[in-house]
Structure formats: C-alpha cells, structure tokens
C-alpha cells in the first residue's frame, strides 16, 4: 500500500470531471480545466479584492496587487519600451496565471496547470503567435529583418538567416518546455522525498526516525519550489517581454 | 469508479498499481480510450484538445477581466497617488517659498528699523550735545559778563583810589609845607608837584 501512495507521476493524471465530446473531440471538463478555473478565480478575486478599496496608502494586499502591476510594468517598458506597453494586459495576464497556477500546485492534492506541456505550449504559442502576427501587421515584410542582422558579411549571411530562423522556431518550444519542465521536475522530486517519509515511517520506530532526513529535504524542497513558482513565472514574462520587443523592433 | 477524481489521490494509485485490467474497467465508466494510459499523463494526446479549449476559455476570461476591470483600476490607483505626491510636493514648494519671503522681509524690516534706531539714537545725541554747548555757551557768557562788570568796578575804585591818593597826596604835601615852611603853597603849584612825582 505505501509503494502505491509513492507513485509520483499520479499527480499529473488528467480525470474527467464533467465529460463532454463534441465532433469526436474529447472536450470534457477536467481537473485540469477546473485547476485553470481556480486559478483564474483566484488570480480575479485576489486582484479585485485587494484593490477595491482604492486607498491612497495601501492596505498590504493592495500594495501585493500595485507591486505584480508595476512590477510587470517596468519588465515590459525596460524591455520593449513605450511602445510594448500596448501589450502590457497580455504580459500582466500571463505572469498572473503562470503564477498563480503554478503556487496553487503547491498545495498538497492539487493539480498544477503548468506542469503539462500542452497548457504551456499554449501560452507560448499565444506570445509567438501574437508576435507573428503583430508584426507582420505592423513592418509587413519588414518583419523579416528580424532574421537578418545588421553588419554581417554576405557570404556569412546565408548561415546566420539560418540559425536566426531556427532560434525564432525553437522559441516557442523553448518558453513551454522550460516552464514545464521545471514544474514537473519540482512536483516529481517533491513527490518523491514526501514518498520516502511514507514508505520508510512505515518500517516501524527506526524508519520513523530515518524519515526525518527526507521529511527535512522535502520542507526544503517545498521553499525551493515556491522560489522556482515565482521564478518560472517571471522567465516567462520577461521572455515574452523581449519577444514583444522583436515584434516592434525587428530590425535588431 | 471514482467520481471525485480530482482529490483521489489515495483511491487512484492502487487502481493504477501495474493492474491493467482494472483500470481498464475503472476507467471505461469516464470512456477514456484503456491504450491511452500507458503515455506519460503530460504527453497524452487524447488530454489535449479539452486542455487547450478550458486554456483558451479560462485565460481568454482572466485577460479580459485584467484588461478590463483590473488594470485601468491598478492604474487608476497609481496615477492618483502620483499625481497626489507631485500636488504635495508643489505644494510643500510653494509654502517654503511663502517662508522665505517672509523671512526676507522679516529681515529686511529689521534692516530697516535698526537704521531707523541708529538714526533717532544720533539724532537725539546730537541734540543733546547741541543742548549742552548753548547751556556751555549762556553760562560763559554770563561769566564774562559778571567778569566785565567786576573789572569795570575794580578799574573805577582803582581810578577813585587813585584820584583819592592824589588829593591825600596834596593835602598832606601842604600840610608838610606848612609845616615845613609855614607858608602856604598854592594848590595849584602842589597838584603840579605832586603830578610830577607821581609820574
């Protein structure tokens, strides 16, 4: 029985909550929808709340909420300028959800969003895709300068266009499995150390006692992943940030 | 059969234990296809059309909820306390500079009333000093007067006296004649002796 609560790769298994199949599609509501519902739910309510009152000095909370909002503000202004601040709601939104749903994974029994590559895959396809389309809207063709940096040598272009274009391919792969596999890999050793106090209390008073050596390694790992939650979002959002700026400035 | 899946993390584990034929079972009642579950859970094709459907429902809400109701709030908020600060520190400015004034004619009326003072201290010196030398100058005028007039006096006994030595000087010249001679010596021939030793 212990080994079976040990098995760490459970945590991630998709279970239907409400099954919905439309055109042969599996479009049921999951816990993974219901996780991204919390998520949003949370993320909504905390900054509704906490800045409902408009204070002039704020309460704690409200500061929380003006510092993500500020601080999210200066990523993308340092980054892409005055000009990016157009896609400030974009960024703010991406770093909120990434965020939150990667600190409500942390609670013990929930489900973390972001530890499966799809979701991530869909946020970073939304950012690529939103500078795809930006800016060929806005440079037309002239976006594609963004493969051909200034100040090369002709015979070397060829090779750098190249590589600039599988860096911008890569990207997208780049931002969703990074975030993935940073929230998997946490969960994972996490579930294990936690798994090692189950299975060794289990072997009776001296198990009990070896337990505390990975008991200790698990709180330590708990601090480590709320640093890599708070972490991989902000990579996330200053990745986007800077991918944002290519859009606008695609001429290096 | 598990209906509250997303918190039966104790209940699963056993079912999934290598025993593929319940699981088989377990999970033909939520019609997931039994082949899928051999795929490690975050790469599971079947799981992804529903992931990126509620993704797109959910984060599509929370971006519009942000850009919407949030954000301009957030910012509101900001804006105000900026312009707040920048209104206190104008006018903190402009109340130091009401103190400076202030303090330059404060000091510039102090200026002021020290000439002013220095100016009624000389003036009162002067007319004292002025005061003194006309009393100086009556009294000194006044002594010479009383000096005159006493000199006057003294130079009018002085010439009676001498005029009075004279006429002692004759009478007792004749008397001296007439004791001497026995005759009498004219006046006239006295006073012209007498005159004559005298000078």
Redesign the interface.
């Known amino acids: 029985m212990a080994a079976d609560k040990v098995d760490p790769i459970h945590q991630f298994h998709i279970n239907k909550l409400i099954p919905i199949e439309i055109g042969g599609y599996d479009l049921s509501f999951t816990n993974s929808a219901l996780f991204m519902v919390a998520t949003v739910a949370v993320a909504s309510a905390f900054l509704y709340l906490s800045t409902s009152s408009r204070s002039l000095v704020p309460s704690r909370l409200q500061s929380v909420s003006e510092m993500a909002y500020e601080f999210v503000g200066n990523m993308l202004r340092d980054a892409a300028g005055t000009q990016g601040m157009k896609f400030f709601p974009l960024v703010f939104s991406l770093f909120m959800f990434v965020l939150v749903a990667n600190l409500l994974g942390l609670f013990p029994y929930f489900f973390t969003v972001t530890s499966h590559i799809i979701v991530t895959f869909g946020l970073a396809a939304l950012v690529i895709g939103t500078v795809v389309v930006y800016g060929f809207m806005k440079h037309g063709l002239g976006f594609l300068k963004l493969f051909v940096p200034h100040g090369v040598p002709i015979y070397l272009l060829p090779l750098v266009v190249l590589i600039e274009v599988i860096s911008f391919v890569s990207r997208p792969v780049s931002l969703s499995v990074r975030l993935f596999a940073n929230m998997l890999a946490g969960h994972i050793t996490l579930k294990v150390f936690s798994g090692f106090v189950v299975s060794l209390s289990a072997l009776g008073t001296l198990g009990i006692a070896g337990s505390v050596l990975p008991l200790a390694m698990a709180v330590a790992l708990t601090a480590l992943e709320l640093l890599v939650a708070f972490l991989q979002a902000y990579v996330f959002a200053v990745l986007t940030c800077m991918y944002l700026n290519d859009a606008l400035h695609p001429g290096h | 059969m598990?209906v509250t899946?997303?918190?039966?993390?104790?209940s699963?584990?056993?079912v999934?234990?290598g025993h593929t034929g319940t699981e088989g079972d377990t999970h033909s009642g939520?019609?997931?296809p039994a082949e899928a579950h051999g795929v490690?859970?975050?790469?599971?094709p079947?799981?992804?059309?529903?992931?990126?459907?509620?993704?797109?429902i959910?984060?599509g809400?929370?971006?519009l909820?942000?850009?919407k109701?949030?954000?301009p709030?957030?910012?509101?908020?900001?804006d105000?306390?900026n312009d707040?600060i920048t209104q206190d520190l104008d006018h903190a400015a402009r109340l130091k500079a009401e103190a400076d004034a202030a303090v330059a004619a404060y000091e510039q009326e102090l200026a002021e009333a020290k000439t002013k003072a220095n100016a009624i201290g000389q003036q009162a010196n002067d007319a004292a000093k002025a005061e003194a030398e006309a009393a100086r100058k009556k009294v000194e005028a006044a002594l010479d007067q009383k000096l005159g007039e006493a000199e006057a006096r003294i130079s009018s006994i002085k010439a009676n006296a001498m005029k009075e030595v004279g006429t002692i000087a004759e009478d007792t010249a004749s008397a001296i004649v007439e004791a001497l001679v026995g005759g009498k010596a004219s006046k006239a021939e006295i006073a012209a002796a007498v005159k004559s030793v005298a000078r």
């Open positions: 598990f899946s997303a918190f039966a993390q104790e699963a584990p056993a999934e234990d939520t019609g997931v490690f859970p975050p790469f599971d079947a799981t992804f059309p529903s992931q990126l459907l509620w993704l797109a959910t984060f809400l929370f971006y909820f942000l850009k109701v949030v954000m709030r957030v910012g509101g908020i900001i105000v306390r707040r």
